[in-house]
């Protein structure tokens, strides 16, 4: 393929998650007219915050080429904390949010330190995270169920301005992730680290401290994203939180961010992923699809914006090659 | 006029090998200075060590009078020295404006929030300084190759340097964008701004340098006002003569007489003078099938319309300056990387679309430039290494479980065979070998699969001059043995000690073809150095 055709492709790849999600909307609109309904679309939006407030994280995560795998632990183990505080201990739900939230941000922090002090593989650090904090969860919660008071609950059905509480949670948390990636220089920084992180240290960037940011920041919005998602359960079961880590990784990689890292967007990307797979998910519901069916088709989901990221970066590095001779590929080419 | 920067007797070695030799150099202020050398002649060297990547053995420098030991790359931008390298560092994902402010973007007061009006106001004045019609928030990677080296220039200009090092920085501007590379390098020598600038287009270190500096094997053989030089004198000073190197001597006809069936004579040497070291060619036109062949090979943008024939017996040697394409053409002809037109032969097969797999299984073998990236498993074992190619031959028919018997005589007759250091261990890591052993095992390993055809890129690469000298001979005995070797290197005395034929490479495209009896040193570079046709 020649750069000019080779440039096309990649345009159209950038922009196959939009595509994607407008196709979806259209075929489970078509299939099943309650879809399309003012009061579901909104209460898509409200069940996908939770799942759109992790992947938020885990994009910080996965711009700078890698991985968080524990962010489902760590909303576990919040939640379990929490459920401890609240029943046990009688704590105000203020109180109890705050602590889950700064909870989460030191479990971050410990990856990051893995990750960046310790020069840990993600994938590996984050595994063993990941149990650790399932262990911890297990322990404190006795595998029992809790369930949470409605001092708690009623948070979630809480409206600001007609909005459920949940979507200007997550709003509140793309824009601001979105305005730090985009708009200060750590944001850049972090996007050059993902690109190539031994040319970021050349350049002068201190790679230890974004890494070690980057995770703390994932580790921040696991919790948050854990307590939306907690107030709409109402309770902490043992498997409050499993799984979540591949929702996130995959909302995010279905918004166009490479696994690569260097590349993605938390607005419009991220946030529309999120709501892609939360769309399937209750598309597939509202047809009443078989349940076991659901990660067939959502593995699916995942799988295409996968193979598509590596095609494209692959594009890409086709693109950046050096080239020995300026000038030539438009004189050769008739 | 004062020193800005002085070199004091630099010397630098590398496992054992000097490649730079007490080097005493001062630059004045408000001077440029041309450098140039062949390959390996120890620029780069020196230059590593000015920005702080390499510290020397022994000397020091002086930077405006103080003493300057760089530590790392911060402290020659510190001092205010920019680099202009030949490979780019820049971040294709980022915007042009973010690359040259990335670590001290404008901000909002004290918020730590991009100013990005002010950032691009600032990226504005630098591109329109180097001539870049582009908007600042472009992203790099939508940019040409050119236009990538005028924002890698803009961002060196941007740290407001006191000295500024170009490497090259011409070899993929187009000719429009040179015309006002150089017009921007005019304005920067009137206003007093030091310079050293390396190219090898002789043309342009004469026409931009105030003075030039030569250097040859790691040392400074001349340096003085650019009035002193032409041309032709850098060219003669360039390649010199090496005499602490010995070479071999080819067996004459030696592949055509040991191997009957093989295609007779091919481009072996014929009648040698006894000690000239140099055989006359008796123009043994090749006659039967070659081992290789190549025809019109092109691929848009690295080589272009190559062709030559490969035979039996035959050393064929390929020389270029860095950036000539020797490396990627052999990437090409192993299947590593796609082409577009022409066609190879292997044997008389045709390879229409090589991959490695199925280059092996028609006969060929490359031995890549990089043995620590490319072509050694560094943690695992001497012996794991050199089995890796043929480790098939050693599984037992039926359960396909690994016959040790058999694994461990052929890792011992390769080791004898390349001599490798005897007291060294099977079970050893690779990592724990020099570098000259090291490459006797990539080569032991390409060796074990008796390979008709074996591509060689830069074998001899930073090992001591035993083992050179010991791998040499592993060359010969392989073409002796009936093989076809296309050797790559960027040393001028290894090609006209080992080949029977020299190819020339230049930009991609083939320059100029010489058999073992026209071979001359000045030619062979003359061809290889830069030509600019239009200015």
Redesign the interface.
Known sequence: M?PARQRAALLALNNVPLALFALALLAFGALAPSFLSPANLLNLLVQASATAIVATGATFVLLTAGVDLSVGAIMFVAAALSGKLLLAQGWSPPWVLAGMVLLSGLYGALNGFLVARLGLIAFIATLGTQYLGRGFGMWLTETRAMNLPESFTQLASLRWLGVPLPVVVAAVVIGLAH?LLM????G??V??V???AA??R????NVPAVLWLVYAACGLCAGLGGAVALAQIGSVAPTFGMNREFSAIAAAVLGGTSLFG??GRVWPGTAFGAVLIQAVENGLHNLNADPYLYPLVTGGIIFVAVLLDSVRSRL?SA???????????TA??P | MSALLQFERITKRFGGVPVLRDITLALPAGVTLGLVGENGAGKSTLMNILGGNLRPDAGHMTWDGQPYAPSG??DA?AAGIAFVHQ???L????SIA?NLF??R?P?RGRW???H?RALAAETNRWLREVGLAAPPDTPV?RLS??ERQLVEIARALSSEPRLILFDEPT????DRETRQFFTLLERLRARGLTMIYISHTLEDVLRLSDQVAVLRDGALVAHGPREQFDKDRLVTLMVGRRLDRLFPARQPTGGAARQPTAAEGAGAPGQAAPDSGKPEVASVLPQGVPLLEVRGL?R?????DISFELHAGEVLGLFGLM???RS?LAQILFGLEPFERGSIRVRGRPLASPQPTRCLREGVAFLTENRHEDGLALEASIADNLALVTLRRHARRGTGWLNRVTLADAVRGIREAVRLTPTARDAAPVRTLSGGNQQKVVLGKWLLAQPPVLILDEPTRGIDVGAKFEIYQLIVQRAEAGAGVLLISSELEELIGLCDRILVMR???QVDELRRAEFDRERILRAALHERSAA
Do not use: M, W
């Open positions: 020649n305005g708009r200060t220089p750590l850049r920084q996007y050059a993902g690109q190539d040319a970021a050349k350049a002068g960037i260097g590349r890409l693109l950046g090659r050096r080239r020995i001779r300026p000038d030539e590929a050769a080419n | 790359p911060a931008a490979e780019l560092n971040f294709p994902n980022l973010e990335l670590t973007f901000r730590p929030v991009i990005r990677e190759a050119g070899t993929s501007l187009s092109t848009s943008g690295v080589v272009h950036g000539a394409g990627e930009r991609g495209e």
